[in-house]
């Protein structure tokens, strides 16, 4: 996937986009990360930082049954000398299955050392791509962090067998702007739901090297790097 790079209204805007494949059949899957621009740095841990990062946000399972969830995680920087909006969603979600999208849901929450915020989003939703989780009403201060917890359930309501064997990409995007995009109603990505053949949601690539920036050089705090952050694969189906 490519990283994207915007001037909206003269405001800076730093993107960095993430890919995760889940796969709701036995297997497992790591699909890599783009690099973004300066500004925007992510972290698994919340202690090393690099300009892109190829690794789980989710935690790894086995098995997804109704009623299950993968708990997942990354940290954001305002790698800048200035204030920053912070805006995260999906900038990418294709299934194989128009099953899938309905039996998954996602809830995303960003934790500041002021305030938290988020929301939870259906797959199905006409709105699950390109929107905000997060509609923060203030920035993140220079070289402030935000904790960025998300939630991915696969739905206790799913009936039976429903969604067994089905694929699914998502991608995260991550944005940094100078304003609040979203009071000028400025989308966040143009991407929708999408329904395609299985064999377009091969990851085709395996995992690539955690910690370890575009470059291959680890990125630090203040070195002006942008960022990305990976994805994983999950494996499951219904019983």
């Not at 969830?69 to 200035?82: E, H, I, K, Q, W």
């Not at 009071?183 to 299985?198: I, K, S």
């Not at 470059?215 to 952050?229: I, L, N």
Request: charged letters at 15%.
């Amino acid at each position: 996937m490519n990283a994207r790079r915007a001037s909206q209204a003269g405001a800076g805007v730093a993107v960095a986009v993430a890919a995760l494949l889940l796969t709701v059949a036995p297997g497992a899957a790591i699909s890599p990360a783009t690099a973004a621009d300066s500004g925007l740095l992510l972290s698994a841990d919340g202690a090393s930082w690099f300009t892109s990062l190829n690794g789980n946000v989710f935690s790894a399972r086995g098995a997804l049954v109704p009623g299950d969830a993968l708990p997942g995680s990354f940290y954001v920087m305002n790698n800048r000398d200035t204030p920053a909006y912070l805006r995260v969603g999906l900038s990418d979600l294709a299934v194989s299955d128009a099953s899938l999208a309905s039996a998954l849901t996602l809830t995303a929450v960003a934790t500041t050392a002021s305030d938290a915020s988020g929301s939870t989003v259906g797959f199905a939703a006409p709105d699950a791509v390109c929107t905000d989780f997060l509609r923060r009403t203030g920035p993140l201060p220079p070289h402030g962090v935000a904790l960025v917890s998300a939630d991915l359930r696969f739905k206790q309501s799913t009936p039976g067998r429903s969604a067994q064997g089905e694929l699914a990409r998502i991608g995260f995007v991550v944005e940094l702007a100078d304003i609040d995009l979203n009071a000028t109603n400025t989308p966040l990505c143009d991407g929708v739901l999408e329904v395609v053949p299985p064999g377009e949601l091969d990851p085709g690539a395996g995992p690539g090297d955690p910690g370890l920036g575009g470059d291959g050089v680890p990125a630090t705090p203040g070195g002006g790097a942008g960022g990305g952050s990976g994805g994983s694969g999950a494996g499951g189906g219904t019983g």
